[in-house]
């Protein structure tokens, strides 16, 4: 059921959809999963929401058919919300989640603004990590957007950054700061924003965490790059790079939605 927040339809107003079938045939909960359009495009431009049970394909249900393809990782029932997967990988034990590149994910050199989102339980202290990184293939630090862990510094430490004109630029708190380390074992739910001339911010749980101001231009294209989920590239390396723990909900937008809605 879909409905505005006060009955009349108005453009200034929400939309609230309610599920009618929380439960199937055998009384076994459903996880519905919404795709939200504005206009006649899509809202998002990735909406992974790991519900499918499945080693192989974690399916997009953005409209813009940006399945990902499932390495190593394995599907739990433990996620936020319904699903998720678990990634425990190292150097000698490849796990990624593989999404192929396609325009619908940036690839021409034309977005001035981006946010990524996603839910993130670590089951240990770590640095490096990249879990969203929309990169060339290595496992270096050449990500045209990328999100995770920062290497250096106290562990747990959120960064998000984006390639411009050549120069990768990222937000994120020092050592000394604690507003944008997680703690490992509980859930978190991380957003990372650019915006063009407005700057690159952290938002967890949330609260805005982290912001460099600013930065203005788009972000580099990064055509024949594949975006990938859990590690930051297609090829087994650098072990600190690998995600440990789960990970549920993958979005991506075209827009700087955190700053358009409430985060949570």
């Known amino acids: 059921?879909?409905?505005s927040s006060h009955g009349t339809d108005g453009s200034d107003e929400d939309?609230?959809?309610t599920p009618q079938n929380v439960n199937d045939p055998d009384l076994d909960d459903v996880t519905s999963v919404f795709t939200w359009q504005v206009d006649s495009g899509y809202f998002n431009s990735l909406l992974l929401p790991f519900e499918t049970n499945s080693s192989v394909l974690a399916p997009d249900y953005s409209g813009n058919e940006n399945d990902g393809t499932v390495t190593g990782a394995s599907w739990t029932d433990q996620g936020i919300?319904?699903?998720?997967y678990s990634f425990e990988g190292s150097s000698s034990s490849h796990q990624v989640i593989t999404v192929p590149d396609s325009v619908s994910l940036g690839n021409d050199g034309s977005w001035d603004e981006i946010t990524l989102e996603y839910w993130v339980k670590p089951s240990v202290n770590q640095r490096?990590?990249?879990?969203?990184?929309?990169n060339g293939g290595d496992a270096g630090d050449s990500g045209k957007?990328?999100?995770g862990f920062n290497t250096n510094g106290a562990y747990n430490t959120v960064f998000f950054g984006v390639t411009i004109g050549g120069s990768y630029l990222e937000t994120y708190a020092d050592s000394g700061d604690v507003n944008t380390i997680i703690p490992s074992g509980v859930w978190s739910h991380i957003v990372g924003t650019y915006?063009?001339?407005?700057?690159i911010k952290i938002y967890i749980n949330g609260e805005l965490r982290s912001f460099n101001p600013g930065v203005t231009g788009p972000i580099d294209s990064s055509v024949g790059e594949d975006l990938f989920i859990?590690?930051?590239?297609?090829d087994a390396g650098t072990s600190n790079r690998y995600l440990k723990g789960l990970l549920d909900d993958c979005l991506l937008y075209t827009s700087d939605a955190a700053d358009e809605e409430d985060s949570v």
């Open 1 to 3: 059921m879909l409905v």
């Open 195 to 199: 915006e063009s001339g407005v700057g």
């Open 145 to 147: 957007y990328m999100i």
């Open 15 to 17: 939309l609230i959809v």
């Open 128 to 134: 490096g990590t990249r879990i969203i990184n929309k």
């Open 230 to 234: 859990g590690y930051a590239s297609a």
């Open 81 to 84: 919300i319904g699903g998720a």
